[in-house]
């Protein structure tokens, strides 16, 4: 596919019907009355795996030819499910590659879904490698997590449902990694509401997209331990669509501390009672910390994923602190506001 647009998106919506949760919008209240702004979550965490990242998966997947070998790819976790969910619906072989700061929970979610896996290096690009490997000595198609054509089109289905549910959204909050899921989100807001406001949030250590769309270019990032370990890895050197797409319709991109992070969990549980990702609250904490400057609403955020460590997720509702690689996040009783 040499060029992207809108229509691939829409075409995106048809292939996933019957394969993906229509996923409802809901209205965060008690969030909604502490932020002082109409806050709307979009809850993928109810899909079939717990995130998003079907949606990108079966959209690839449908467009392979019945006889392909296999598929592989290299995931911190939900998309490494979400192939191997996609891949065991058209009863495919699927071989995951992830890396060892992946969380224990979620390689065994992929190995309960009938695909193999491969625990390589420390990074995702050493995942990667293998992925590659994979693909030229046994001919498997390699799915990517984000920088693909079918997978961005398949993310970008949400603010198609999300602007039908709730046309009157003035600004939307996507959590932002490689850039999959903002690069379709965006694409497809700019083009059914030019007024929108699209931001993209990351963790402030290890942002890779940030840093790449600030120098002009992919760059490479350290990747360190997050909250946020959906958010952690590169966006790939050899970046060929997301990094453009997201440079091109994301308004800005704002940056979120781990503590900001920690606090946004509890008071998501607290106050709406949803178990979620550190991924998913980014947009959340960059509004309790006043980081988004002129905030109109209401405003819409995307509840990507629900595939937390359950032990660090009750440290933090506990309270405790937590400790991610060389860094302590300061642990605090919620104190609701
Ligand atoms: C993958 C993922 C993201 C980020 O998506 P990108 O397309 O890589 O930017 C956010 N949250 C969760 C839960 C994810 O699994």
Redesign the pocket.
């Known amino acids: 596919m040499a060029s992207f647009s809108f229509s691939d998106i829409e075409q995106a919506q048809a292939t996933i019907a019957g394969h993906v949760l229509r996923t409802p919008l809901v209205e965060a209240t008690a969030l909604s009355r502490l932020l002082g702004t109409e806050l709307l979550l979009k809850l ?2 109810l899909q079939p795996i ?4 079907l949606r ?1 998966a079966v959209n690839a997947i449908m467009q392979l030819p019945a006889d392909v070998a296999g598929v592989t790819c290299c ?5 490494g499910r ?1 192939v191997a969910h996609a891949a065991k619906s058209r009863g495919i072989r699927a071989v995951v590659c992830m890396s060892t700061l992946v969380p224990k929970t979620k390689v065994d979610g992929i190995r309960a879904l009938g695909a193999e896996v491969r625990i390589v290096g420390i990074s995702q690009d050493d995942a990667q490698e293998e992925a590659a490997r994979l693909v030229a000595e046994e001919g498997l198609v390699d799915i990517p ?2 920088d693909h054509p079918h ?2 089109a398949g ?1 970008g289905t949400i603010t198609l449902e999300m602007l039908e549910d709730r046309p009157d959204i003035e600004t939307l909050l ?11 989100m965006a694409l497809a807001a700019k083009h059914i509401k030019p007024s929108i406001r699209v931001v ?1 949030i ?1 963790m402030d250590r290890g942002a890779a ?1 940030h840093e790449s769309i600030r120098a002009g270019r992919p760059v490479a990032v350290t990747e360190v331990a997050s909250l ?1 370990d ?2 952690g ?1 590169g ?1 790939g050197l050899q970046n060929q669509h ?1 990094f453009k797409l ?1 440079r091109d319709f994301l308004d800005e991109t704002i940056l979120v501390t781990e503590d900001e992070i920690y606090r946004a969990m509890q008071a998501l549980f607290y106050e709406e009672r949803i178990v ?2 550190g ?2 609250v980014v947009g959340i904490a960059a509004i309790m910390a006043g980081k988004l400057k002129e905030l109109e609403g209401p405003v819409a955020t ?1 509840i ?4 937390v460590d359950m032990g660090v997720f009750n440290r933090i509702m506990a309270g405790d602190d937590i400790v991610l690689g060389d860094v302590t996040v300061k642990g605090r009783t919620y104190d609701h506001g």
């Open positions: 993928e965490s717990g995130a998003f990242k990108g995931s911190t976790g939900n998309h979400a997590p984000f997978v961005i993310q996507i959590p932002l990694s490689g850039g999959g899921l903002a690069a379709g993209g990351s997209m946020a959906s958010l890895g966006i997301s997201c979620a990702e991924a998913c995307v990507t994923g629900r595939n």
